[in-house]
């Protein structure tokens, strides 16, 4: 019987090229386990920005549901596509965008009518102004060794005036161990240690990357791609959640934020990437 190797999880550099290999490899191995685990949490066709369950029809983080009508909308990281299906329902003409092919294999299971897309985000198979709002619900940008580059692709596509939205681990989390219970309430690491954390196979190579970026990095980050920083939402832990999902959960949502979700606006310059 040959026994499956565990990954050894570590904190070590890693560029794009592995980071995006991982990633696609990890989502499109796990992508059944997710979706049967998270998958009645999630919904068919609803938009929650994170495990404390924010929903965008209450957040309208994006603008008042009523506006979205008519809008082009590019979901980034959309999984199977839950999000994009909510904007359809709203009116709105979302693309759903996924680096994992078995991730988008989950939307078309669900079925709908989205167009879906294969690609990277910091290479978007799009035009220039092609949309006009960007959105991503734990999707791409916690994954990247390079975030500004996918903001400015963001930027790239989006029309001037557009509004990009995305949510990411909160990055105080970074310094707690990552259990739901008592344990991860206490610090472990340095919140300012920005090293990515790794999981890796037997021959080193890396199979799930996670990058850091503290608080301020992400505003430099999102300000650097020529965006303006409108609001910076932190969801509290609501009463009527009570599960448990990795190492969120109510007892650690009530007391330290688990997400962190930025609300852009891109300049009214020229669409072109800089």
Do not use: K
Request: charged share 25%; net charge negative; with cysteine.
């Amino acid at each position: 019987m040959i026994q499956e190797y565990e990954p050894e999880a570590t904190r070590r550099a890693t560029g794009d090229t592995e980071s995006s290999r991982a990633s696609r490899g990890w989502w499109d191995r796990n992508a059944d386990e997710y979706q049967t685990e998270h998958g009645a949490f999630l919904g068919d066709d609803r938009f929650v920005w994170g495990p404390e369950g924010l929903d965008e029809a209450d957040a309208a983080l994006l603008g008042p549901a009523s506006g979205l009508a008519g809008l082009d909308v590019l979901e980034i990281g959309a999984g199977a596509a839950q999000c994009s299906r909510w904007l359809a329902a709203q009116g709105a003409r979302p693309v759903a965008l996924d680096l994992s092919h078995r991730q988008l294999q989950h939307a078309l299971r669900i079925g709908g009518d989205v167009p879906l897309v294969e690609a990277d985000a910091g290479a978007l198979p799009f035009a220039d102004g092609s949309f006009d709002l960007a959105c991503s619900a734990y999707g791409a940008v916690p994954f990247v060794a390079d975030p500004v580059r996918v903001m400015r692709e963001v930027r790239r596509v989006l029309r001037p005036g557009g509004r990009w939205v995305f949510s990411v681990t909160h990055p105080i989390r970074w310094a707690f161990p990552d259990e739901p219970g008592p344990e991860g309430l206490s610090v472990a690491a340095s919140y300012f240690d920005r090293t990515p954390y790794v999981e890796q196979d037997e021959h080193g190579r890396a199979v799930y990357v996670e990058h850091h970026r503290t608080l301020g990095d992400r505003v430099r980050d999102v300000v650097a791609a020529g965006f303006r920083l409108t609001d910076l939402v932190e969801p509290e832990w609501p009463d009527w959640n009570t599960q448990e999902w990795g190492g969120w959960s109510p007892l650690r949502g009530h007391l330290i934020p688990g997400t962190a979700i930025f609300v852009c606006e891109r300049d009214e310059g020229p669409s072109g990437g800089s």
